[in-house]
């Protein structure tokens, strides 16, 4: 290897070490944009008293993710073609979050260690035991996925996701609209088909 080469060879090597770490594990990185949590602040359950519990790592599911009509498709696909490329990888959440209400942000390997088999599987009557003995106030936690945004990000595409007991879980997308500085969901038909799943009460 010639020595012009040997920099970027070095570059490349401690790239791959940052990213997938000592052990091969993916290393998470800081999830830092602000316009991000404005979005989660708009859809994060803003009823009830109880303190949210939000996992601190992005999660997305492998359901569809596909508008229903021409005119909903134009509008959300780049904000989904953004969504689908940060959510490649997970993010690590920040307490960015801007909302009237007591939140925390579950550790995923507190997620691990208290749901032995993770989150592949369904969590466990046991773990669930564990989890409220930990989180005694809460309803359970809530996941949520990188935002994806168009270009002048005034169209934003998440996912949120929550589990709330032996059961007791669901999700879905959310499309949101950006008018006088200000997120808002965006309403109408067209906008997905059938970007949800749920097995009981969602919550509040």
Not at 53 to 64: G, H, K, L, Q
Not at 94 to 120: C, P, S, V, W
């Amino acid at each position: 290897m010639s020595r012009a080469r040997l920099p970027l060879a070095l570059a490349g090597l401690l790239l791959l070490y940052l990213v997938f770490g000592r052990h091969g594990r993916v290393t998470t990185q800081p999830y830092d944009i602000d316009e991000a949590y404005k979005v989660y602040s708009t859809i994060l359950p803003k009823i009830g008293g109880s303190p949210l519990v939000i996992a601190d790592e992005t999660r997305t599911p492998e359901i569809c993710l596909k508008p229903l009509d021409a005119q909903s498709e134009r509008v959300l696909r780049p904000a989904i073609d953004n969504f689908l490329e940060l959510n490649a990888l997970p993010w690590q959440l920040q307490k960015h979050f801007d909302i009237n209400r007591h939140y925390e942000l579950l550790a995923n390997e507190e997620l691990k260690t208290t749901f032995r088999n993770g989150m592949n599987g369904l969590p466990s009557m046991a773990g669930w035991r564990t989890f409220y003995e930990r989180h005694p106030q809460s309803d359970g936690w809530i996941e949520l996925s990188a935002v994806g945004f168009n270009a002048d990000k005034t169209i934003a595409v998440v996912y949120m996701g929550y589990y709330c007991g032996e059961g007791c879980r669901g999700g879905e997308f959310r499309a949101l609209e950006k008018k006088d500085g200000k997120w808002r969901l965006l309403t109408g038909r067209g906008l997905w088909n059938h970007c949800i799943w749920y097995t009981r009460d969602r919550l509040a």
